[in-house]
């Protein structure tokens, strides 16, 4: 296996990120995440500032459990879109021979773009969060710091897997069309159609097999975690709520599960959600460069 060459690494990452500042699209990029994170913080501000759910004062904690429903498809949509053509792109116009002419090996390269591409979507994610701040404290409600910046850390996560497969159809694909298919049908699939199949599947674990109750919840969430985008919901629609009590945002059949058999096991867990992601940034990006390795340019 070829070596990683860190300082390789870095001079693609940078050449990636400031080709994005180059053709404004981090630009452009970071304002519509400025502008939505903004207004959905001052909206929320505005009606439901100094307010109460369930007998607990209104927090940023609130706001952000709500978010998730909208930041879950968003921020990986976004991160489709930057990396998709990543490799092939310049496989297609001829920029990527020079490239590879260069001291870069494929692999510094695979690495270098996850990078610069991450960037390019981590950077608006963090200053639209960040540029929402004070919207809280001119309507009164209270900042959470360490919830906020967890959600910005899941946020960014959840965005950065969509880089790798994006990335990793990127390298492995001939053509720009097929990077398309392979970028962007798991994408829709994951967000319109999982969702029924997990609730299929669990019924007929119930129905068929006669599994406990407690076996079929299991399953459900399983089936919803292998999903990235319902990994990163459960996570964080449950931000600054305790482990055995989970937030009001939470899946009600999370609750009902937390209320009927007391904890939820080690791999049901926030812990084990978010290494789920982790191994969808590493495992999409490994298959896309085992194949960029053997393709012939």
Same mark, same amino acid.
């Given at each position: 296996?070829?070596?990683?060459d860190?300082?390789?690494?870095?001079?693609?990452?940078r050449?990636?990120?400031?080709?994005a500042?180059?053709?404004? =699209?981090?630009?452009?990029? /970071?304002?519509?995440? !400025?502008?939505?994170?903004?207004?959905?913080?001052?909206?929320?501000?505005?009606?439901?500032?100094?307010?109460?759910?369930?007998?607990?004062?209104?927090?940023?904690?609130?706001?952000?459990?709500?978010l998730?429903? !909208?930041t879950? &498809? &968003? !921020?990986?949509?976004?991160? =489709?879109?930057?990396?998709?053509a990543?490799?092939?792109?310049?496989?297609?116009?001829?920029?990527l021979?020079?490239?590879?002419?260069?001291?870069?090996?494929?692999?510094?390269?695979?690495? /270098?773009?996850?990078? /610069?591409?991450?960037?390019v979507?981590?950077v608006?994610?963090?200053?639209?969060?960040? %540029?929402?701040?004070?919207?809280? @404290?001119?309507?009164?409600?209270?900042?959470?710091?360490?919830?906020?910046l967890?959600?910005?850390?899941?946020?960014?996560?959840?965005?950065?897997?969509?880089?790798?497969?994006?990335?990793?159809?990127?390298?492995?694909?001939d053509?720009?069309?097929?990077?398309?298919?392979?970028?962007f049908?798991?994408?829709? !699939?994951?967000?319109?159609?999982?969702?029924?199949v %997990?609730n299929?599947?669990?019924t007929v674990? =119930?129905?068929?097999?006669?599994?406990?109750?407690?076996?079929?919840?299991?399953?459900?969430?399983l &089936?919803?975690?292998?999903n990235?985008? /319902? %990994?990163?919901?459960?996570?964080?629609?449950?931000v600054?709520?305790?482990?055995?009590?989970?937030?009001f945002? @939470?899946?009600?059949?999370r609750?009902?599960?937390?209320?009927?058999?007391?904890?939820?096991?080690?791999?049901?867990?926030?812990?084990?959600?978010?290494?789920?992601? &982790?191994?969808?940034?590493?495992?999409?990006v490994?298959?896309?460069?085992?194949?960029?390795?053997?393709?012939?340019?």
């Amino acid at each position: 296996m070829t070596d990683l060459d860190p300082d390789s690494v870095r001079a693609v990452a940078r050449k990636d990120f400031e080709d994005a500042l180059r053709s404004r =699209a981090l630009l452009v990029v /970071g304002a519509a995440f !400025v502008v939505f994170f903004v207004g959905a913080a001052a909206l929320f501000a505005n009606q439901l500032g100094g307010g109460t759910v369930q007998g607990r004062q209104i927090t940023s904690n609130s706001f952000l459990r709500g978010l998730s429903g !909208v930041t879950r &498809l &968003l !921020v990986p949509l976004t991160g =489709a879109v930057v990396a998709y053509a990543a490799v092939v792109g310049e496989r297609e116009s001829g920029s990527l021979k020079l490239l590879l002419a260069l001291p870069h090996s494929r692999l510094d390269v695979v690495v /270098g773009k996850l990078l /610069g591409r991450g960037a390019v979507v981590a950077v608006p994610v963090l200053l639209g969060l960040l %540029a929402a701040v004070p919207a809280f @404290s001119l309507a009164g409600v209270p900042l959470r710091p360490g919830d906020y910046l967890l959600f910005a850390f899941l946020t960014v996560l959840v965005g950065l897997v969509f880089v790798a497969v994006g990335l990793g159809a990127s390298a492995a694909a001939d053509s720009s069309r097929r990077a398309v298919v392979a970028t962007f049908v798991p994408f829709a !699939v994951f967000a319109l159609v999982w969702g029924q199949v %997990a609730n299929r599947l669990a019924t007929v674990a =119930a129905n068929q097999l006669s599994l406990g109750t407690r076996t079929v919840f299991e399953v459900y969430f399983l &089936l919803r975690a292998a999903n990235p985008l /319902g %990994a990163y919901e459960m996570v964080a629609s449950n931000v600054g709520s305790p482990p055995v009590q989970l937030s009001f945002f @939470s899946p009600p059949s999370r609750r009902t599960y937390v209320q009927q058999f007391g904890e939820l096991p080690v791999y049901l867990t926030d812990g084990a959600f978010v290494a789920i992601l &982790l191994l969808w940034i590493v495992v999409p990006v490994a298959l896309g460069y085992l194949a960029f390795e053997r393709a012939d340019l």
